[in-house]
């Protein structure tokens, strides 16, 4: 069935390094795959998005990479700062682009 | 300008009893969904509309919640009998296109709600 998965679920760091968080999806036919923050007691928020006709994207510190034939996709965080603090989510559209899987998420810890 | 909002942010009912849960989206925008999340769990998908028409319905879990968005806009997810099994937070969110747009998808993002938070005693 449709799925998404996603690791891990907590990651503790130290201020400045960098942060991987990785998903698997099980429909190869999934083209749409955004990466959402959500702070405690805040809607979830997109921070970065990347389609399945590229395999890499960057915007400032964050980027995501796609691995179509493996179906993998990550996030990577460089200079981590205590901000960014929160529980990020990742997701794959189903059927069509209509139906959005969300993976558990994974709380991150910036320690200062 | 205006984001999603939904009311009532905060939702306590009786077991048995219905509610109704609205959303009103970014103005626009053509697509909107209906999300239910428990705590630390990522959004659960329940349905979708484009416009008016509900697309997909498959992650309702049972008869007894239904949606509708009768005028192509504000959508309301109605629970009947509620059951405490259904208390957890719904959320919508809105996207200004039902695709993915070009090669950087702009267009498609879902822009989230504050939710509701359902508790049924």
């Known amino acids: 069935g449709e799925n998404v998965e996603q690791h891990p679920s907590t990651l503790s760091v130290q201020e400045g390094d960098s942060a991987v968080i990785k998903c698997t999806y099980s429909?190869?036919?999934?083209?749409?795959f955004p990466w959402y923050k959500q702070e405690l007691g805040k809607r979830p928020q997109l921070i970065i998005d990347?389609?399945?006709?590229?395999g890499e994207k960057k915007d400032q510190r964050i980027a995501v990479t796609l691995n179509k034939t493996a179906k993998h996709f990550s996030l990577h965080i460089t200079e981590t700062q205590p901000e960014d603090s929160a529980v990020y989510f990742c997701a794959a559209t189903f059927t069509g682009g209509f139906k959005t899987i969300f993976g558990a998420g994974t709380r991150l810890f910036v320690k200062a | 300008g205006a984001g999603v909002s939904q009311s009532p942010r905060y939702k306590v009912t009786k077991r048995g009893q219905d509610v109704a849960l609205r959303c009103d989206p970014i103005s626009g925008h053509v697509s909107l969904y209906w999300y239910r999340q428990a705590l630390g769990q990522g959004p659960e998908f329940l349905t979708y509309?484009?416009?008016?028409?509900?697309?997909?319905k498959s992650g309702l879990p049972n008869d007894r919640f239904s949606a509708e968005r009768p005028e192509g806009s504000i959508s309301t997810l109605t629970i009947q009998r509620t059951e405490q099994r259904d208390s957890a937070m719904y959320r919508c969110?809105?996207?200004?296109?039902?695709?993915?747009?070009?090669?950087?998808?702009?267009?498609?993002?879902?822009?989230f709600g504050p939710g509701t938070r359902l508790t049924v005693t």
């Open positions: 429909d190869s036919a999934s083209n749409y």
């Open positions: 969110a809105s996207s200004l296109a039902p695709r993915p747009i070009g090669t950087s998808g702009r267009g498609y993002e879902q822009y």
């Open positions: 990347i389609r399945s006709n590229v």
């Open positions: 509309f484009n416009y008016e028409a509900q697309q997909d």
